[in-house]
């Protein structure tokens, strides 16, 4: 087969936007909240789009957010993949689901990203799509745990786990769109305990593999994390290919 005849598969985009932002206490969704300006999910769209790789994305929003459906429209003015909006559940995993469900059957690889990361350097996204096309049913961005981990009961240390053993998970996740779909379906009542996409693809029995994740693909949580990602901002140019990649 000649290189014009290969089969690319399509890749599509879910960002998760829905969340209150509670732990930063400014009283708005967090994908609202401004960082150097703009807005984190703006950040968010910047990157998604900058990899070049996504033919949708689609917006997981708070319910009638007027401030966020702008952004999303815009995003969608820019050119390139096509941008819509849903609304979102009530759980994260409700809220997956609406994205997955407003993706179009022929999207073969879906990415599941979190707006809270806002500086996710494009380069992750396009590790990730890479090692799905490439046949692996689900990926994650990982960096190292450099601290020490403990496993407490009450104020009680009962454990120490080996950290080179374990890992920093981030986002965007990748999947096998069947797969996933598959593995959302079957999640039933466990819902609302799931905590990121790649949990619910090992119930299913899929392979998780991992990629490496990138320093600037921490989460936007706290009013400290918000610090961090401006000054960031203001080392570098706000366009989100700009920014260089730190690796764990």
Sequence with gaps: ??????????????????GSGQRLGLGIPKARVLCAGRTLLEH??????????????VVVLPQDDA?????????GRSGGAAVTAVPGGSTRTDSVR??????????????????????????????VAAAVAAGAPAVIPVLPVVDTVKVVDGDVVTATPDRGGLR???????????????AHAAVGAAGPTVTDDAMLMEA????VRVVD????AFKVTTPLDLV???AVLARVPVDATSLPHVAG
């Design 168 to 182: 920093a998970v981030q986002t965007p996740q990748g999947f096998d769109a069947v797969t996933l779909r598959a």
């Design 98 to 127: 609406a994205g997955l469900d407003a993706l179009p059957a022929s999207i073969a690889v879906v990415l599941v990203h979190d707006a809270a990361r806002a500086l996710t350097p494009p380069d992750v996204f396009r590790r």
């Design 228 to 230: 961090i990602a401006e």
């Design 1 to 18: 087969m000649s290189e014009k005849q290969q089969v690319v598969p399509t890749v599509g985009v879910v960002v998760v936007a829905a």
């Design 44 to 57: 968010s769209l910047d990157a998604v789009i900058a990899a070049g790789i996504a033919s949708h994305v």
């Design 213 to 216: 994740g990138d320093a600037l």
């Design 204 to 207: 299913h029995g899929a392979t």
């Design 67 to 75: 401030v966020l459906s702008s952004v999303v429209a815009a995003a």
